[in-house]
């Protein structure tokens, strides 16, 4: 016999189909459960990075609003500054002049100088809010101011202009800060300058 032929013969001879079969076929399910395994855990890592994009973009979202909110109330805070510090400096330059026209004559006064140093005060926080504050409060700060530059004239009757501009002028800030408005600090400043 040959030696092919003996090997033919040793592998015809001696195959069991059936165990060939049942590792055929548990490679087959063996492979299966791989692929079923893989595409489980991708769909897992898919779900898993979607919901961590979720989550990152409401934590995102959160962090926005968050800051944004900080923001305004910073926002706020320095108008109701800028918006105080305004006024104080108005009614010490009304009442300066008050005072200069009353009791001084000459430019180089106590009284006088007191005066424009108020006023000089008063310009730069008024140009301040007109700058910086919304139109409709810059306007009233701009007309303010004219009203206070016609009272150091000395222009007769701009004395009930001024308190006039300074009523209206604290009203619109107080809307501007989404204050009520309180009649109280409305008298005060007409009572002040009266």
Known sequence: MTPVASVVQVIASSTDW?????????GA?????????????KRSQQAQSADLRTTLDATSKNLQTSI????????LA?????????????VLATDSARIAKLHSKDPL????????????????????VILSAPADVGNLASAALGS???????????????VSAQVDLLAAMRQD???????????FLSKENS
């Open 78 to 90: 320095a108008r109701r500054r800028l918006y105080g510090h305004c006024m104080g400096a108005f």
């Open 148 to 162: 206070l530059m016609a009272l150091r004239a000395g222009v007769e009757g701009d004395d009930e202009k001024c």
């Open 18 to 26: 059936p165990a060939i079969a049942s590792s055929v076929a548990a």
């Open 109 to 128: 006064d106590r009284f006088a100088v007191a005066h424009n140093e108020a006023l000089v005060s008063a310009l730069s926080v008024i140009y301040e």
């Open 68 to 75: 944004g909110a900080d923001n305004e109330r910073v926002e």
């Open 29 to 41: 399910v063996g492979l299966a459960g791989i692929f079923a395994t893989y595409t489980q855990s």
């Open 177 to 187: 800060l989404g204050e009520p408005l309180r009649l109280s600090a409305l008298n």
